[in-house]
C-alpha cells in the first residue's frame, strides 16, 4: 500500500489488497480486506458496495496499513479488529480467548429451543472464554440465573467486560476443572454447558496457521479425551440437578468416545449434528 498514491478509493483498494493477501496465502483474500476496511471506515461490510467511488483519506490509510499487515500474516480478523458478532450480541476477543464458532451458535440455539417454555433455571457454562455462551443465553433468558467459569484469569475479565458491554447480569469466577471442588451460589445447575479443550495435541500441525498459531492453546487443546470428559462427568455428577442436562460441543471424531464415557456411568446420552452434518454436539442427562 503505497503512500504516493493518490488515487486511493474504496473499489481500488479491494482490488489492490485481495491480490496482496492471495500472494500471502491468507485465507478469504476479498473477505478480508472488506472487513477491515468496513472497520476502518465505520461502516457495514455490505455498504461498502455503495461507496465505490469513495476516496480514502491520508488518515483512513494510516489506520488501514497496520491492519493489512498484521492480516498478512494470518492473524484473525476478529482479533485485529477486537471484536465479532455472537449470536445477539458483540464480543470483544482478543488472544486470552477463542474466537466464537457458528457451531457453538448453533448449541445455544438448541439449548433455548429445548427449553423454551421452562422458568427460572440455574445454567453454568464451562470453560466460558470470552462469555458468549452465558451472555447469550442470558439475552434470550432473562429470568435464568447465568454463571460462567474458566480457570483463565485473563479469560474471566474479557468475559466481564462483555458481560458489561452487552448489559446482562451473569456472574464469572474462577475455576479449575480438574484441581478443585466448585463453590456454587445456587446449590445444582439445571443445565451445565461446555465447549472444552478437545483437540489433542497430535493434531497440532493439521490446523491453520490463524488457529494454532493465535488463539490460545490452553482454550484448544486437551492431553487426553479421555481424562477431559471423566473430568466434566465428576463434576456434573455433584453439581447437576435432578433431571438437568449436559450440554458439550465436542470434537466431530470423538463422539462415539464421549457417549461411552457417560453411559458407563449411568448417563443418557446422545450426539446432536452440526449444520455440516457432522457429529459436533452430545446431549447428557441422567
Known sequence: ???????????????????????????????????????????????LY??????????????????VKRRAKHEPLQYITGDTTFFNSIIKVNPSVLIPRQETEQLVQIILDRHSTEGDL???????G?????????????????????ISNEALRTAQ????????????????LFNSDFESNNNFFDIIISNPPYILKSELTSLDNEVKDYEPHLALFCESTENMYDSIEKFCSKNLSEGGY?????????????????????WVAKSDQDQNDKPRFVIISK
Open 161 to 176: 467486560l462483555n458481560a458489561e458491554l452487552n448489559e446482562v447480569d451473569v456472574r464469572f469466577t474462577q475455576h479449575d
Open 50 to 67: 455503495l461507496e465505490y467511488d469513495r476516496p480514502l483519506s491520508q488518515v483512513e490509510l494510516e489506520k488501514l496499513r497496520p491492519l
Open 246 to 266: 449436559v450440554y458439550l460441543e465436542i470434537h466431530e471424531n470423538h463422539a462415539s468416545q464421549i457417549e461411552d464415557i457417560f453411559s458407563k456411568k449411568a
Open 1 to 47: 500500500m503505497s503512500d504516493t498514491r493518490n488515487e486511493w478509493t474504496v473499489l481500488s483498494m479491494l482490488k489492490w489488497a485481495t491480490g496482496f493477501f492471495e500472494g500471502k496465502e491468507v485465507k478469504s483474500p476479498r473477505f478480508s480486506i472488506e472487513w477491515l476496511l468496513a472497520d476502518v471506515l465505520e461502516v457495514k461490510r455490505l455498504d
Open 122 to 128: 440455574n445454567v453454568l457454562d464451562i470453560g466460558t
Open 130 to 150: 470470552s462469555g458468549c455462551i452465558p451472555i447469550a443465553v442470558k439475552k434470550e433468558r432473562e429470568n435464568w440465573n447465568v454463571t460462567g467459569v474458566d
